[in-house]
Structure formats: C-alpha cells, structure tokens
C-alpha cells in the first residue's frame, strides 16, 4: 500500500483558505479550484464592479451548478459541461476571460452532460435528455447537432459520454439505455454500434462514461456491472477492471474516466468520491480523494481529463466546482498524449 503525505494547498479564494490540509499520494499535488468566473478573469475597478452589478452582467459572481463533463482544449480552456444551468462553462486561464456556450433558444440544451473537442477545437456536447450531440465552433459559434432525427426525435435512447478519436477522426457516443456504444464520423455518420445488455465481455449494464487511450483503445465505464472495461476500436473486448465494493480496486458508480499520456486509467467512483488510477495492464496504482468539501475531497464527483502535460481535472459536482491537480515531474511525460 503506498503511504500518504500531507501537502498544503494554494486555495483560490478566502473561504477555501480556510479549507483543511490535502492529503493525497506522494506523486501528487493539488494545484488549485474552479467554481466560477472570478477564478480566471481579472478583478475589475470598483467604478466596473459597481456599474455591473447595476445593469446585472457582473459574470464574475457566476458560478456552477452541477459541473458534469469536462475537456481541455489545444489553447489551454476548460470547458464544463453543467447540467442544471444547462450552458457550457468556458475557463481561459491563460487569456484571463471567461464565457458561457449554448445553442439558440430554438434548439436549446436540456441536460447537456459530457464534452468533448476534437483536432480543430471544435466542441462536441451530449445532452442526456435531447439525446443527440451539439457541435461548436471553436469561437463557440453552433454549428449542427449529431444523432437527432427531428426536434423531438433521436437516434439514440439516451447520448451520455462521448469521446473523440483524434487520429481516426472517430466520434464515440455511449447510449446508455440501448447498452451500447455507437461510432461515428465526425459529420455524423454512423459507422458500427457494438454491445448489449448483459455481464459478459463486451456487454454492458448501464455504461456512461468513455474516453480513447492513445493507442485508439477504448475504456468504458460499465456502472452496473461495476466495472471498466478496455475496449478495440471495434468494440472487441480486450480486458476489464473493478469488482462491486468500496475497498481497492473497487467501483461503486464508477463514472468519469480518463487515460493519460503513459496509458494510466483514471476512474471517477461517484458513491466512493475518490478517483483510481491503473497501469495499462490493470493494476491499481494509487487512489485519491474522500468525502467532504475541503481540497482534495469529493462529493459525488463525476467527470475527469486531463490535458498534455497530465493535469487532473476532477468534475466535484456536488462541491460545484472543478479541482485540478498534477503529477509530480517523475511522473510526466512530455506534452502530446491523449
């Protein structure tokens, strides 16, 4: 079992400052959290405060609901998918702005729940209850949906995770109420739909999460059958991970998952608010997490990514906020991976 250290945090606002020690695995550190747009724009004078606050467009006091789905883009963005306020959450924490993403009001989300951006940026959004996939600009601007046969309509039951296969131009929707995964072109087209109910490989009892390792594998998170499972591209089964329980290597509600540059899985356990990681070949590495609302701990986390240089971005759904964190340099890779 490895041992624990205790490292400080750097919280970003006062309350937080208030916030206990983290506790995680000595190859880890908390980098900070995202809860709204004052944590990436610049504090405005108090004339620009005052005057916003009048007119009502002060977005620095906007905050998260239920951060969901989570990606990073090439330019460095976080975008949050957040089911109840029912918009995209775009953090730019390099040029210091911030901005919300929805379709017109005549094609509106009604539960957008997982994002993702492809090889051009362009942004991909499910919507659990619409059930189809929307697609962005990478300035924001709509541009079509994915899966809808008319307003009412879709080919799918129920679109929750998706995932983009970048070499292979490939979009992955999991359907979760038809059991199965669907494969796309990125203009839509379907190419192969594999799974189907059941506990065997390659079957699925409730999937929600997927992600593409970077050698074009699949993992998806089998939450019924508490379990994930490592996929081809084809949905050939290769091999699968977890057990019911709330010990090592267990999953209960296993959601969020991610695949880092060296092929390490991470799991979001939504009722065990912690994350696990794996090697490649399944072995659990190291866990992090508890519940509560200081830094370092969940409460029902769901989503998860990672951008090139192997920072953790953990969807804290119930905390309303993203926390982020890094491996320490042993444990990096250069930039260029999933």
Known sequence: MLSLVVLWSWPSSDAESKLPLVVLPPQLEYLGTLRGAADVTPKPGIFKRVLKKLVGLDDRERGML????????????????????????????????????????????????????????????????????????????????????????????????????????????????????????????????????????????????????????????????????????????????????????????????AVDSQGRVYVVEGRNDRVQVYDVDGRLLFAFGATGNAAGQFFLPTGITLDGDNHIYVADSYNRRVQMFCLRPENRTPAGGN
């Open 66 to 257: 239920t951060p969901n789905g989570l990606a990073v883009d090439s330019q460095g963005r976080v975008l949050v998918a957040d089911t109840k306020e029912r918009v995209v959450h775009v953090f730019d924490p390099v040029g210091r702005r911030y901005k919300t993403l929805h379709p017109p009001d005549s094609n509106p989300f009604l539960a957008p729940i997982a994002v993702a951006v492809d090889a051009q940026d362009r942004i991909y959004v499910s919507d659990a209850v619409r059930s189809r996939v929307f697609v962005f600009s990478a300035q924001g601007k709509f541009l079509r949906t994915i899966g809808g046969v008319d307003r009412e309509e879709s080919m799918f039951k129920r679109a929750t995770g998706i995932a983009l296969d970048r070499a292979g131009g490939r979009l992955y929707v999991v359907d979760t109420l038809a059991m199965r995964v669907v494969a796309m072109t990125l203009e839509g087209k379907v190419l192969t739909r594999f799974g189907q109910r059941g506990g065997g490989p390659g079957e699925f009892n409730y999937p929600t999460h997927i992600t593409v390792a970077p050698d074009g594998t699949l993992w998806v998170t089998d939450s019924l059958n508490f379990r994930v499972q490592h996929l081809a591209s084809d949905g050939k089964f290769i091999a699968a991970l977890g057990r019911p329980g709330d010990g090592p290597g267990d999953f209960d509600k296993a959601k969020g998952i």
